[in-house]
């Protein structure tokens, strides 16, 4: 059984087993949660990153990839780098979407984790309505069969804790 938790908060302040990132493809760093748990987590996360760059994905991770590392000083074993797709209103994108939650789940999986936190992926800086990447979070990790116990959406401001709320009823 899994179960869905909402915590309103810090995804960097998370005690779990594996906390995701909404990375971008060049796995360097960002702003927002990125930026976040880069600061929190210390260089260890960085220099993994450019690891992985060096040796799998030298032209990135693909948008709606997830790949795992060390989280560092984070209190957790591994951060989930997961690459959301921007949002375009002209072209329907949430199959990626849908891809970043799944495949994080399936990375979580392979390395054994039990909980997991999630950020609302491509709902900040990349521009997706928050109401409907509420949906497809929710939607999705309630269709994944796996072996996580519990997943947690943390969401920064009231405004996404209240879509995610309104989707998990
Ligand atoms: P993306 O580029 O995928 O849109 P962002 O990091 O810009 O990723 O935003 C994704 C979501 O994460 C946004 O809702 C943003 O408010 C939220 N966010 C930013 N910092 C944190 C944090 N420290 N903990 C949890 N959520 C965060």
Excluded at 13 to 30: E, F, H, M, P, T
Excluded at 91 to 108: K, Q, T, W
Aim: some cysteine; proline content about 2%; hydrophobic content about 45%.
């Amino acid at each position: 059984m899994t179960t869905i938790t909402l915590v309103q908060g810090d995804i960097t302040r998370q005690s779990v087993d594996a906390i995701v990132n909404a990375a971008n493809s060049s796995l360097l760093g960002g702003g927002g949660v990125d930026g976040a748990i880069h600061r929190r987590g210390g260089p260890e996360i960085l220099a993994a990153c450019r690891r992985l760059r060096a040796s799998s994905y030298g032209k990135g991770l693909a948008t709606g990839r997830a790949v795992a590392t060390t989280a560092g000083a984070l209190d957790a074993r591994w951060v989930i780098h997961t690459v959301g797709p921007v949002y375009s209103a002209s072209e329907d994108r949430s199959a990626l979407l849908a891809s970043c939650y799944r495949e994080s789940l399936r990375v979580a999986d392979e390395n054994g984790a039990r909980t997991v936190a999630f950020p609302a992926v491509s709902a900040g800086v990349y521009g997706w309505p928050m109401d409907d990447a509420a949906r497809i979070a929710v939607e999705t990790v309630r269709a994944v069969r796996t072996n996580v116990e519990e997943i947690r959406f943390v969401l920064f401001d009231e405004r996404a804790y209240g879509a995610f709320a309104r989707q998990v009823g």
